[in-house]
């Protein structure tokens, strides 16, 4: 079972930037999808986005395209979310999750390890 750690939450104000981090603890974590998925109070979870083993393809919500920004740095067993152009509407508890199938899924019950998650507040 793939543990996953999650980092960079916080508040910013709106049109700003953040970066969260997602470490594995497991050696063979480049093997495996990580996929960003958000949920906000009272809402559903929320497909943000996804990145292949190899880091070179990547797949997004519509929502989030163009603003937000997904990579991997597999030396060092961390997945990147960068966000942009912060809106209100991303706040959420955002969280990183491994998988062993497709990267184009949304679902998440193809996705077998989840972090904790880590709190986004995007106010003035």
């Known amino acids: 079972q793939v543990t996953l750690v999650e980092s960079g939450g916080g508040l910013v104000q709106p049109g700003g930037s953040l970066r969260l981090s997602c470490v594995a603890f497991e050696r063979t974590f480049n093997s495996y999808v990580v996929g960003w998925f958000r949920q906000a109070p009272g809402k559903e979870s929320e497909f943000v986005g996804s990145?292949?083993?190899?880091?070179?393809?990547?797949y997004y919500e519509t929502s989030v395209k163009g603003r937000f920004s997904i990579s991997r740095d597999n030396a060092k067993n961390t997945v990147y979310l960068r966000m942009d152009d912060l809106k209100p509407e991303d706040t959420a508890v955002y969280s990183c999750?491994?998988?062993?199938?497709?990267?184009?899924?949304?679902?998440?019950?193809?996705?077998?390890?989840w972090g904790q998650g880590t709190q986004v507040t995007v106010s003035s």
């Open positions: 990145v292949n083993q190899e880091d070179t393809m990547t």
């Open positions: 999750a491994a998988s062993r199938g497709s990267m184009w899924s949304k679902n998440n019950s193809d996705y077998e390890a």
